[in-house]
């Protein structure tokens, strides 16, 4: 057995993870205000959903987020044998977020294939998860636990409020830039 630490995998510059869960308005506004802004600023999108959220897009919604990118939307697990879909991106950015995904994300929880890509990047790539939760939830004796074990890993969280989603895109590096 080796004692040798592995080196990390490579990243792939100018490669951004964008993970979104979901969470009211993710097939309006997830390719206008996230997929296509990030595409135009250079990102190559290795876009991943959580199952729920995928089931949430019509076919012209799902159009228009497959053409932001050169790789395949996935939502789902790969069986093994199958090769990796997606190269691994310099930086993630997740949104919309739910309370869930972020409770899970923070407890590093991975039940799904969204929630395995971000997991694995927690605290070794760049990464901005915008969340979007009910008026609520910030009052659950947990979410502040969870808000701050992420910031505490290096992820920039955020509200995503009534702000326009493209904001999220302001607080990452620019593509192929470390």
Known sequence: MSTEASAPPERERGCLGLVASACGGVEDRLAAELAEPAAERGWRLAVTLTPTAASWFDDRQFARLQATTDLD??????????????????????????????????????????????????????????????????????????????????????????????????????????
């Open 73 to 178: 939307v996935r939502w789902l697990s790969r069986l093994p044998g199958v090769p990796r879909p997606h190269p691994d991106p310099e930086a993630f950015v997740a949104a919309p977020a739910s309370a869930g995904s972020v409770a899970k994300l923070a407890l590093g929880l991975a039940d799904n294939q969204a929630l395995t890509v971000l997991g694995d990047a927690v605290g070794a790539v760049p990464m901005v998860v915008g969340h979007r939760v009910g008026p609520t939830r910030p009052a659950h004796p947990a979410w502040q636990g969870h808000l701050d074990a992420l910031a505490g890993a290096g992820v920039d969280v955020t509200s995503l409020g009534a702000a326009p989603w493209t904001e999220l895109l302001d607080r990452l590096p620019r593509p192929g830039v470390r």
